[in-house]
């Protein structure tokens, strides 16, 4: 009888904390509803004419609302009730934001309604979405962060997560890193997003290899935090150009953040998310293997594709890492070449003029051999033009040149270095960036664009292919 009574008791809990759970989820739908123009069910999306552009409301339940915004016509979205994010960065309430040539998913977990002005080129919404499996994946890599957090003052410590995501182009790899890097924020860790992706830059530029403590929510709009990033120059797009180099700033960047983490144990605790390149197969698989290799990464997230997971679960480079697949969710959408290059342009032109052209570069004009450029090359022959970098086995198949045409430097993105001479170039960080606008060989002159006034930070100045053509 008395167990009889436990058992019951036991049940009536259960009964009654699943009536609350109910109670709540009803007062979330009830509170997403709260401002919204028009009701809708759940679903339904209502457009509307607001001063000649179209305005739409839909209510969100336990889904996504997915968005495309073209180049020529910005979106504005607005939470009007309830709790939605975006990529894991939750978005205020009353609060709108705009964008454009972008293509972003609005989720909720308990309901919101959501409300947005302009014209898209795509949106709908789909409940189908893989973001309980990403919840998961972050349940994962927490553990192993407290985990790493109790060994403190152990014989052994143990590291936090080092994650790699690998997949081709167009899976979603940079949203599912912004996604774990922010819910370990929520938490109170600051994990390092680590940028191998040099073709798009979502750090800086493109071209650079990159890596940036977060300890906020990433901004929707203007991305990660560039206040301290750790930045070294590649100069190209794709690492055919200079495979060795790329390899070797990946070290370089490893050898930064190992003595961080030994120096801080909330950085050793934190770990870090590293997004890599979409070339998966040959020098693109190769260079993969060896980044997870250099950073020491414990965690492979392989998305969008099985051959990829069966590969590197075969791989013995790989054995005693972690490697799981992850899906690739419906609403990430294949990028063409112009779609591509315009947003690496765009990327650039933020750089120096910001999301919204809130900031004001300076423009300077200097005789052309006041500026010290210089490119690194592979090592085929000696030349009294090309200097020896370094002596280590990393350096020894590069060269430094000078660039001084005017075909090399015109239009080009510079890197400040940090170098204190013309051998450190290839091993130094870099202070930041600037663009060669014009240059006058009849009077000597070079005109270029920095982010700030001021004499530069650096007398040496690294460059490579990449090129921007903006106003």
Not at 10 to 20: A, I, L, P, S
Not at 209 to 215: F, G, L, N, Q, T
Not at 371 to 380: S, T, V
Request: proline share 5%.
């Amino acid at each position: 009888k008395s167990m009889a009574r436990r058992t019951f008791d036991v049940h009536w809990r259960r009964d009654g904390h699943e009536r609350t759970r109910r109670r709540w989820r009803r007062n979330d739908r009830l509170d997403a509803r709260k401002g919204a123009r028009k009701r809708s069910r759940r679903g339904e999306i209502v457009q509307e004419e607001t001063n000649g552009a179209d305005a739409w409301n839909v209510c969100l339940q336990e889904c996504e609302l997915r968005l495309e915004a073209s180049w020529e016509n910005p979106l504005q979205v607005t939470l009007q009730a309830g709790k939605a994010e975006v990529f894991g960065t939750e978005i205020p309430v009353g609060h709108e934001f705009s964008f454009k040539g972008q293509k972003i998913a609005v989720f909720t977990w308990h309901g919101a309604t959501i409300r947005v002005k302009g014209k898209p080129e795509v949106a709908y919404q789909e409940s189908d979405t893989p973001m309980a499996t990403y919840l998961n994946a972050h349940g994962i890599l927490e553990a192993r962060r407290q985990r790493a957090k109790e060994s403190t003052g152990k014989e052994q410590e143990l590291q936090g997560p080092r994650v790699l995501l690998a997949g081709p182009v167009d899976v979603g790899k940079s949203s599912i890193s912004k996604i774990l890097i922010n819910y370990a924020v929520k938490k109170g860790w600051a994990p390092v997003m680590v940028d191998l992706d040099i073709g798009q830059g979502n750090l800086t530029v493109p071209g650079a290899i990159s890596a940036v403590p977060v300890e906020a929510p990433i901004d929707i709009l203007r991305g990660y935090p560039q206040e301290i990033p750790l930045v070294y120059q590649f100069g190209h797009t794709s690492p055919t150009e200079n495979a060795e180099h790329y390899k070797y700033l990946v070290k370089r960047v490893a050898e930064v953040l190992d003595a961080r983490c030994k120096a801080s144990e909330h950085a050793r605790c934190s770990g870090m998310v590293i997004n890599t390149m979409g070339w998966v197969e040959g020098l693109g698989y190769t260079l993969l293997l060896d980044a997870a290799m250099t950073l020491k990464v414990d965690v492979i997230l392989v998305i969008g594709q099985e051959r990829l997971y069966s590969v590197l679960k075969g791989e013995q480079s790989l054995k005693g890492k972690e490697i799981v697949k992850l899906p690739k969710s419906g609403g990430v959408v294949t990028r063409d070449r112009d779609y591509r290059q315009k947003s690496r342009q765009m990327r650039i032109k933020e750089y120096f003029y910001g999301h919204e052209e809130e900031f004001m570069p300076h423009s300077q004009s200097v005789p052309i051999e006041a500026l010290k450029a210089y490119r690194l090359l592979k090592k085929q022959s000696a030349s009294n033009h090309a200097l020896p970098v370094g002596q280590t086995a990393e350096h020894k198949t590069l060269t430094v040149a000078p660039m001084d045409s005017t075909k090399d430097l015109m239009h080009t993105i510079l890197a400040v270095s940090h170098a204190s001479t013309v051998e450190e170039i290839a091993a130094e960080n870099v202070a930041g960036f600037i663009y060669v606008s014009d240059i006058d060989p009849i009077n000597n002159r070079l005109t270029y664009l920095a982010p700030c006034p001021g004499p530069l930070p650096g007398k040496y100045l690294l460059g490579g292919t990449l090129k921007a053509y903006f106003e």
